[in-house]
């Protein structure tokens, strides 16, 4: 469990990382909710998630957690990248259909996180069956 600790965080921070880097060139986009609002979200949501699957990795709210906040961001740019869905209530439009190396990095660290969060799930899973068959 270690293994998918380490990796989940570490995809994770550097989720955090790029969101906090670059939300400041997104403030631009949109109006009172901007994009880099939403990106400075992130950046903490991913934070924490990472803290907490290093403290308290054996709760398996805490990887489901970890695996929406990685899930989600990865599914943001993915759909962001590819598909123009303009402005979504208060969300700004946010299509962007080039990848640059800062979000292909966050991409893959994001991926890397939905991952090993999903596996760590399963492990999760497993020995809770497992102890349940043996009490």
């Known amino acids: 469990m270690w293994l998918l600790r380490l990796l989940t ?3 994770l921070a550097v989720d955090a990382y790029v969101h906090a ?16 609002t939403l990106f400075r979200a992130e950046a ?15 709760s398996r709210l805490v990887w489901v ?18 598909v123009d ?5 208060p969300l700004p439009d946010m299509h962007e259909p080039v990848w640059y190396t800062k979000k292909t990095v966050s991409a893959v660290a994001e991926a890397v996180a939905a991952v090993s969060a999903a596996v760590a799930l399963v492990v999760l899973g497993r020995r809770r069956s497992a102890a349940g068959r043996e009490g």
């Not at 880097?21 to 909710?33: I, K, M, S």
């Not at 903490?44 to 054996?58: E, I, N, Q, T, Y």
């Not at 906040?69 to 590819?82: E, F, I, K, P």
Request: glycine share 16%.
């Open 9 to 11: 965080a570490a995809g």
């Open 21 to 36: 880097e670059l939300a400041g060139t997104y403030d631009p986009v949109g109006t009172g909710f901007t994009e880099g």
């Open 44 to 58: 903490a949501a991913a934070a924490l998630a990472a803290l907490l699957v290093l403290v308290a990795g054996r």
């Open 65 to 82: 957690f970890a695996f929406l906040v990685a899930v989600s961001a990865l599914g943001a740019v993915l759909l962001y990248r590819y």
């Open 85 to 89: 869905v303009g402005s979504l209530g």
